[in-house]
């Protein structure tokens, strides 16, 4: 039997080490009941992203609707070329807003979940958070970017990593009930370098200031259907206990691995390291 992947030492006192495991053992042969489990499990976390996914697009889109109707009632009251010329900018930025928001449903939807190619992962966190912004200001959260430039690619499936995102940040946001600071980070793993010194490693951190995760609880917030939520919130998210299982699933599935600090009274930090393309480290 192979040995499990290993995991990420950390230095924080209250840091849960997860391995990424969870694939069946072939030499095990594991039960037909037991796989069909794992696949009904699998096509649950799918549905409920994707549902929190359209909820999510809707009220972006509703937002953005609002904002195409209000910016040309402002056109047809002023006739003076400077209300109309305003009018007419802000309803072409609200209507690429809506297309990026359209796009990230339709792919979603059309389930490309298995095609893995080189993907930019920061492009795909300003499109992420185009999605989010909204939301966070409603909930008074504020959200910080330390996104490194010039990064080599990552072997992903984009719709697969955006889920991943919006799970994390829709986390992180319930956690901060009061409002809060949103950190996302990304950075080449300074640990883990070609011979040659280039990375082979990207880290992707994502922290809040919420209320934390008692250490009684943080080993078990990647099982499925475990959840801290008596159900979903107000915007009808959460609560199903799917989403960091889904998360879990998904770093698996691009041969990462993750390491949660989490502090009381302080916040959690999600630390992702996935490894760079093929190609990258060849080309370095």
Do not use: W
């Not at 504020?142 to 690619?153: G, R």
């Not at 956690?175 to 640990?191: K, P, S």
Request: aromatic share 4%; glycine share 8%; proline share 6%.
């Amino acid at each position: 039997m192979p040995n499990p992947a290993p995991t990420y030492p950390s230095q924080h006192p209250h840091a849960a080490m997860v391995p990424s495991s969870g694939r069946p053992d072939a030499a095990g042969n594991p039960q037909t009941e037991l796989l069909a489990m794992k696949a009904q499990i699998r096509h649950m976390q799918s549905l409920a992203s994707l549902g929190e996914l359209t909820g999510t697009a809707t009220h972006e889109f509703n937002n953005v609707l609002m904002t195409v109707i209000n910016y040309a009632k402002l056109g047809l009251r002023n006739q003076d070329a400077a209300s109309k010329e305003k009018a007419l900018t802000k309803i072409l930025e609200a209507s690429e807003r809506a297309a990026v928001i359209t796009n990230t449903i339709l792919a979603q939807a059309r389930n490309r979940s298995d095609a893995k190619e080189p993907t930019d992962l920061v492009a795909l966190i300003r499109d992420t958070l185009v999605l989010m912004q909204r939301e966070m200001q409603k909930y008074r959260i504020s959200v910080e970017l330390d996104l490194a430039e010039h990064l080599p690619m990552i072997s992903a499936s984009g719709n697969q990593i955006q889920r991943l995102l919006l799970n994390l940040m829709t986390n992180a946001r319930q956690a901060m009930g009061e409002g809060g600071t949103l950190l996302i980070r990304v950075a080449a793993d300074a640990t883990a370098k070609s011979p040659q010194g280039a990375p082979t490693q990207i880290e992707l951190t994502v922290r809040d200031t919420g209320a934390g995760i008692p250490d009684e609880v943080l080993p078990r917030i990647f099982d499925p259907f475990f959840s801290t939520k008596a159900g979903p919130d107000e915007t009808g998210k959460g609560g199903t206990g799917l989403g960091l299982a889904a998360c879990k699933e998904i770093i698996d599935e691009h041969g990462g691995r993750v390491r949660v600090e989490s502090s009381l009274g302080r916040g959690t930090a999600f630390v992702i390291r996935f490894p760079v393309t093929i190609a990258e480290q060849a080309a370095a």
